[in-house]
Nanobody, 112 residues
Framework: QVQLVESGGGLVQPGGSLRLSCAAS????????VGWYRRAPGERRDLVAR???????NYADSVKGRFTISRDNAKNLVYLQMNGLKPEDTAVYYC??????WGQGTQVTVSA
């Protein structure tokens, strides 16, 4: 069983930056893929960024060039650096491990 705790969300103005963190419990973290997803009000949960156990990364088209996902296997941490934030990035952001385990989510609000 893997437990995930996200942090780093908040309110930011358009053009600002935030860094989300996800701390994972359990062993064998390095063999799993990890990812960030988001759900805007009234919409489905969609992939934002994902990094495989071998380091392959893919991003949603809407965040390419602005967001960066990274992982620290020694500390069981996953990060999402978000730059150039836009109001349409407003959503609850969820951490995912092994395409199976989910965190509770952290709210990101981009507003002037």
């Amino acid at each position: 069983q893997v437990q995930l705790v996200e942090s780093g969300g908040g309110l930011v103005q358009p053009g600002g930056s935030l860094r989300l963190s996800c701390a994972a419990s359990g062993d064998y973290f390095s063999i799993y893929s990890v990812g960030w997803y988001r759900r805007a009000p009234g919409e489905r949960r969609d992939l934002v960024a994902r990094i495989s156990s071998t380091g392959d990364i893919n991003y949603a088209d809407s965040v390419k060039g602005r967001f960066t996902i990274s992982r620290d296997n020694a500390k069981n941490l996953v990060y999402l650096q978000m730059n150039g934030l836009k109001p349409e990035d407003t959503a609850v952001y969820y951490c995912n491990v092994a395409d199976t385990y989910w965190g509770q989510g952290t709210q990101v609000t981009v507003s002037a």
